[in-house]
């Protein structure tokens, strides 16, 4: 049954099955005229946990034959009911209530009974839904039925501020969805810039060590920017350039050479006791500062026979630049390749210094980056500063931020919510609702079955996938958290659909 929160206000508003269903013959009974030439009808639209109800009626009049226009929706996947059983029941005090049952909807979610009703008063209608996607029964209380014509109110104007987005179209948009607004808390915070930078030890630059040749045959192998890379591929291989530090390489590479030499050389000696300890120890030092200053030329490249340096990634990651082409000649510190493992970033955030005492390091933050409206979580907080820049007057406070699928890019600007530990009340809606135009959020509210309106809103902090929402948004409202652009563009069009109805 429906529960009084989920209920919608009954939305009378006059003609709407006849601008939806103009042109159509209406179906006459017994002499009367059909209830849809008659004004005065209206539209109710009502939500429970399962089920979407939006019912078109025209005026109900005793003896006039009334066709309803009955658009269901299992709120499962938002989807239009395709196999259902709805039997529709329409009761009174009096008794005598009149029954109508349709095996299938004429349509794909659209049922269209034809009720005479007997008598003069409020009749309530029951829908009893039966079928493979759901079983339930709807109310919809209170429907007003006229002795005669000359009895009806006089009709009123269909309301002009809204978005019209049909059912039809609703059903035809892939992913459309939408969400109660209610009433709650979310955790505190102040709202702060930051910006992603990499997680230490998470991003590496690659510079040549001396000034040399590139290798034409590994440099069309190199991997190109967005490739990933793992730890010890080859990205590159130099050639050292004669004189310059390029000799000071070949010099390097024969005392290394002769250092070897000299050590093995000194062990086999030991072993028939030809020289005393000290003389092994002296070769082993030797052999240490030739590797070291090899090292120093070749940045732990590894030196072939033919004195080529082969260069190899330091972490793995996916490449973010790369600067070589095959053949082309580089000097000693130039950067070929940076490489950065996005896997785990670090955003940072910026909290002025007369808030700084206010956070909470074990509550974490919320995130928006620029131009995105979805927030993200924390996952911990790294650090919090303990010194304020003087030129920004504010503190860094560091948090981690997994990114297993690589969607918070380094170098992005973001508004952080940095949590205090206090509780913030207001409307909660999921995060998907709201939108940004023009710089500021929006959220689109679903004000009946196919009216829609545009609501600018003040929103506070988030989390959870959750968004407080302190202006703008009502606790009962069903806000559009899926396919909200879809109503965004329909709000832009110049064409109104009036029938768009498929019945």
Same mark, same amino acid.
């Given at each position: ?260 030499h000299d050590y093995a050389r000194a062990k086999r000696l030991l072993e028939v ?9 002296? *070769?082993?030092? &030797? /052999?240490? =500062?030739?590797?070291? #200053? ?9 030196? @072939? !026979? +033919? ?24 000097? *000693?510190?130039? &950067? /070929?390749? =940076?490489?950065?493992? #996005? ?9 002025? @210094? !007369? +808030? ?34 003087? #030129? ?112």
């Amino acid at each position: 049954m429906l529960g009084v929160r989920r209920l919608s206000a009954l939305a009378l508003t006059a003609g709407l099955l006849v601008s939806a269903c103009q042109g159509r013959e209406p179906e006459q009974g017994d002499g009367h005229p059909a209830a849809e030439e008659l004004g005065g009808g209206g539209a109710v639209t009502l939500w429970t946990e399962n089920t979407e109800l939006f019912m078109q009626h025209p005026a109900l009049v005793v003896g006039a034959p009334a066709k309803l226009l009955v658009h269901l929706t299992a709120l499962s996947d938002f989807e239009p009911l395709r196999d259902a059983k709805a039997t529709f029941e329409f009761q009174a005090a009096a008794g005598g209530d009149p029954v109508v049952v349709q095996e299938r909807p004429r349509s794909p979610g659209v049922y269209g009974p034809v009720v005479t009703l007997p008598r003069a008063g409020r009749w309530d209608l029951r829908i009893i839904i039966e079928g493979p996607q759901l079983e339930e029964v709807l109310t919809v209380p209170g429907l007003p039925v006229y002795a005669s014509r000359e009895e009806l109110p006089e009709a009123e104007p269909e309301p002009d501020d809204g978005i019209a987005f049909l059912k039809e179209q609703q059903w035809k948009t892939p992913g459309f969805q939408t969400a109660f607004a209610e009433a709650g808390t979310l955790p505190a915070g102040i709202e702060v810039p930051g910006e992603i930078v990499p997680a230490a030890g998470r991003y590496a630059e690659l510079s040549a060590p001396v000034a040399g040749l590139v290798d034409a045959e590994t440099a069309r192998r190199a991997p190109a920017p967005g490739e990933r890379v793992e730890e010890g591929s080859v990205l590159a291989v130099l050639t050292p350039a004669l004189g310059e530090r390029g000799s000071a390489v070949a010099e390097a590479r024969a005392e290394l050479r002769e250092a070897e030499h000299d050590y093995a050389r000194a062990k086999r000696l030991l072993e028939v006791e030809a020289v005393p300890e000290r003389r092994v120890e002296q *070769a082993r030092i &030797r /052999l240490d =500062a030739a590797r070291e #200053a090899m090292a120093g030329f070749t940045g732990g490249g590894i030196v @072939a !026979a +033919d004195g080529r340096i082969t260069l190899r990634a330091p972490i793995a990651g996916v490449v973010a630049e790369r600067s070589l082409s095959a053949g082309s000649r580089v000097d *000693a510190g130039d &950067r /070929l390749f =940076a490489i950065v493992d #996005a896997s785990t970033v670090w955003l940072r955030a910026h909290v002025p @210094a !007369a +808030d700084a005492s206010r956070v909470d390091a074990d509550a974490g933050a919320s995130f928006t980056l620029e131009g995105g409206s979805a927030a993200g979580e924390t996952s911990r907080t790294i650090a919090v500063g303990s010194m304020v820049d003087h #030129a920004t007057r504010s503190v860094p406070v560091l948090y981690e931020v997994v990114n297993p699928d690589g969607a918070v890019k380094i170098g992005a600007h973001a508004r952080v919510t940095v949590r205090t530990g206090d509780v913030a009340e207001g409307v909660l809606v999921p995060d998907s609702a709201l939108l940004e135009e023009d710089g500021r959020p929006i959220a689109y509210v679903q004000a009946e079955g196919e009216r829609f309106e545009r609501r600018p809103v003040v929103v506070g902090p988030r989390g959870s996938g959750r968004a407080l929402i302190r202006s703008g948004i009502s606790p009962g409202e069903r806000v559009v958290t899926g396919a909200a652009y879809q109503v965004r563009l329909a709000s832009l069009s110049t064409t109104v659909p009036v029938h768009g109805h498929e019945h």
